[in-house]
């Protein structure tokens, strides 16, 4: 089996970071009824766009995570680009983040933080 791994990236606020904090870094917390989707980028630039103009509104910070998915199971997904070329991401099932959770490769870590 191969160990080749996709980098992800993922914008996040400070209550999933927290979520993310309890299991070591280790996994993404389960997507809430209105979230079907987990939604993943595929480069950091698109990632701090997000965490910077969203995430860390009224008063909040932003994060920009970075994290290891073995390329195999990362594979069944395709990027879908939903605006500028580098606004791009993956589309994963919420009923499959816990399976995605799995093929993670090392820690989730946090790569940028904004004010």
């Known amino acids: 089996m191969s160990r080749a791994t996709t980098t992800l990236y993922r914008p996040t606020g400070p209550e999933e970071l927290a ?7 280790r996994r993404w917390p389960p997507r809430l ?15 701090a766009e997000i965490a910077s103009k969203w995430n860390a509104r009224d008063g909040k910070q932003g994060f920009v995570t970075r994290f290891e998915v ?9 990027v879908q680009v939903v605006g500028a070329s580098h606004h791009s991401e993956w589309w994963v099932p919420a009923e499959r983040l816990d399976e995605l ?13 904004f004010p």
């Open 70 to 78: 073995l390329a195999s199971f990362m594979d069944q997904f395709d």
């Open 101 to 113: 959770n799995d093929h993670i490769v090392g820690l989730i870590e946090v790569v940028q933080t």
């Open 33 to 47: 009824p209105e979230q079907p989707i987990f939604y993943p980028v595929t480069n950091q630039d698109y990632a």
């Open 19 to 25: 979520l993310v904090r309890e299991t070591g870094f």
